[in-house]
């Protein structure tokens, strides 16, 4: 299961609308789940909706009642059954921060793999390339409806979830996220860590790459005793990256623990990490930077930024420490 960072996710959704869009068959398929979803984040003080197409039959009454009364904190909207029901919620709201469609499947890309993070610019793309793949064929047909929306600004946010048990808790308050996130306006900043929290989210990130086994195990004292020479990456205000300042020599320091969070992986936050990290770094003084990886991704980071591998034998104390590790080189 997912690890939840309640408290500081709770603060970027502080005084703002998450609205939840469920077609009648998967909320009758999930409806425990929803419903179970939708009191957590009104337990966390979060404004929500919920929009529906349950028919007004007298078959579905008992169910219409027992969702009014599980969730009074919600904003319940049926959407009538001679309405498009993707049309009907893009054009319900003025200015929403969250919409969040709740689907049989998330949305993948040709190798089977769930699409994290776009932009709408994004998502254009990704529906010429493979839209195909997309198994509602409704669905399929909106995305660009949605893509206008959130640059008209009637959106900030739109989530494309799979149902499932805490889909939506886990989408909202993991690293990880479940589903599709298409958005353009994050706000990105990089700095110093500054507390505990941003400690423990930095701890989430570092082991999933461990697990992955690309990066040596840092544990959370080794996190909280070297805090001043880590970094990282905020996107509104909550932790997407990291990477650790470790000099060799008064010209020369190595980047390492380099992550960035499986939601924004393959978006360009990795480029920003890297590059505010080295920028603030030569500020400091430094003009060579080297890291040891076998990380696929982060060698081709490194490449694309000008880095080369190095082959002569240069840092061999250093090359000691990390055997058959290639290490990568730029200087300023």
């Known amino acids: 299961m997912a690890r939840l ?35 957590f984040l009104c337990r966390q003080k979060i404004e929500t909706s919920l929009y529906h197409n349950i028919p007004i039959r007298f078959a579905n009454q ?9 969730l009074p904190d919600t904003r319940i909207v049926r959407v009538p059954a001679d309405t498009d029901f993707y049309s009907f919620v893009l054009d319900h709201e003025a200015h929403v921060h969250k919409l969040i469609f709740i689907e049989r499947k998330y949305l993948v890309d040709t190798r089977g793999e769930r699409i994290n993070a776009l932009t709408t610019n994004d998502t254009r793309k990704t529906l010429t390339a493979y ?30 979830l799979p149902a499932g048990k805490h889909t939506i808790r886990n989408e909202l308050f993991s690293i990880e996220g479940t589903g599709t996130l298409i958005a353009n306006n994050f706000t990105e900043s990089f700095t110093r860590v500054a507390s505990s929290a941003e400690i423990d989210i930095i701890d989430g990130i570092l082991k999933l790459y461990r697990n992955e086994g690309f990066l040596k195990p840092r544990t959370k004292a080794y996190l909280q005793a070297r805090h001043e020479n880590f970094y990282v990456t905020l996107i509104d205000g909550i932790v997407v990256g990291c990477v650790e300042k470790k000099e060799i020599d ?21 480029l920003f990490t890297l590059s505010s990290f080295m920028a603030e770094m030569a500020r400091n003084g430094y003009r060579r930077f080297i890291s040891l990886t076998n990380n696929p991704r982060l060698r081709d980071l490194y490449l694309r930024f000008g880095f080369e591998e190095e082959r002569t034998g240069l840092f061999a104390e250093r090359r000691s420490q990390s055997p058959g590790v290639a290490l990568y080189l730029k200087t300023l």
């Open 131 to 160: 839209g195909n793949l997309i198994a509602n064929t409704n669905f399929r047909g909106i995305l660009e409806r949605i893509c206008r929306k959130i640059e008209e600004g009637n959106y900030e946010r739109v989530h494309i």
């Open 250 to 270: 008064p010209e020369t320091v190595e980047i390492g623990a380099l992550a960035i969070s499986t939601r924004f992986r393959n978006q360009r936050i990795g």
């Open 5 to 39: 960072y309640i408290k500081e996710y709770s603060r970027a959704l502080a005084g703002k609308r998450v609205c939840v869009a469920c077609r009648q068959g998967i909320l009758w398929d999930h409806f425990d789940s929803i419903v179970a979803d939708l009191k």
């Open 62 to 70: 008992k169910t219409v009642a027992k969702l009014v009364g599980r």
